[in-house]
């Protein structure tokens, strides 16, 4: 990992960062409204539909919920549901007594309840196969006959550059203060996915104000020992290390904090860094959750044109 960024080689970011926002961007059609019969339209009726990935730990469930009393107090009168994208959490809280609704469960109920336009929110942190598969399914139900006239989709949280900036700045500003000789190494999921450049251009907006404040990711690149021998050459000695997810999940307790071999705080403390887990999710960090319903208004403004 090298930390001079040429000037070619920022180019080269900020325009991959650009193709990979534009290759996002396509808006849903939105069509005429359905007739919900003998030639009356049905009378308008507003949702907000929340979707995150979902966790299987019970007390990270209160950050999923802060994001949804923001969303609440955003819109007043509007009814907030709740969905969770993951079918592995939502079949293994179930054997819990769990049930949690998948986004097009809590689609077709909506649309059984008579709501005529849903502005769909994406909790997730890039716009992976999680988000791919919420406009894949808004689509499908806003094509649905006297299904819901219009739904619309909100942005995830590491979308286009400037949300990328202004992610970074929100993130800066919830973290712990930290000395010379310590940094903030974040958690991020990471995925196959080609959104997964996301986290690299979250490291430099991240640099460009601190650069003791690190991204490494569980599932892809950067990984842990991309960071290792960065956070050696800067002379950092202990890290705060943070969950970079709407939950502190099982990811955070298990993968970043756990007593394990491989866990990011063994694999440090292997290389002579000491760390310290902070065990608070984005939905948790009021001022970094609130992006998520900044973007949320935007889809609630889709649905008035
Ligand atoms: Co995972």
């Not at 929340?50 to 509007?78: C, H, K, N, R, Y």
Request: hydrophobic letters at 45%.
């Amino acid at each position: 990992m090298r930390f001079s960024v040429s000037s070619s080689t920022l180019r080269l970011l900020m325009s991959a960062c650009l193709a990979l926002a534009l290759s996002f961007a396509a808006p849903l059609a939105m069509p005429d409204a359905a007739q919900a019969g003998h030639g009356d339209k049905a009378p308008a009726k507003r949702g907000i539909l929340l979707v995150a990935f979902g966790t299987s730990v019970p007390e990270a469930v209160q950050a999923i919920d802060a994001i949804q009393e923001q969303a609440e107090e955003a819109f007043p009168g509007v009814p907030v549901r709740l969905a969770y994208s993951s079918k592995i959490i939502r079949d293994k809280i179930a054997k819990e007594g769990i049930v949690k609704k998948s986004p097009a469960q809590a689609l077709a109920d909506m649309a059984a309840e008579g709501f005529t336009q849903v502005a769909v929110q994406s909790l997730h942190a890039i716009p992976g196969r999680e988000y791919s598969d919420i406009t894949a399914t808004a689509a499908a139900f806003q094509a649905m006959p006297k299904g819901i006239r219009q739904v619309s989709v909100g942005r995830p949280l590491l979308y286009s550059f400037a949300d990328i900036a202004t992610a970074a700045d929100m993130v800066l500003k919830s973290l712990p203060a930290h000395k010379k000789g310590e940094g903030v190494l974040l958690m991020g999921h990471g995925t196959n996915h080609p959104a997964n450049a996301a986290y690299a251009a979250l490291q430099l907006a991240l640099w460009k104000h601190d650069k003791s404040v690190f991204i490494a990711t569980v599932e892809d690149t950067p990984g842990l020992g991309e960071v290792i021998p960065e956070l050696k050459r800067q002379g950092i000695r202990k890290v705060f290390l943070v969950p970079m997810m709407s939950v502190a999940g099982d990811h955070a307790l298990n993968d970043m904090a756990g007593k394990e071999s491989d866990s990011w705080a063994s694999r440090l403390t292997a290389a002579g860094i000491k760390s310290e887990p902070v065990l608070v999710g984005l939905g948790s960090r009021p001022a970094v959750a609130g992006l998520w319903i900044d973007h949320l208004r935007d889809a609630v403004k889709e649905l008035d044109k």
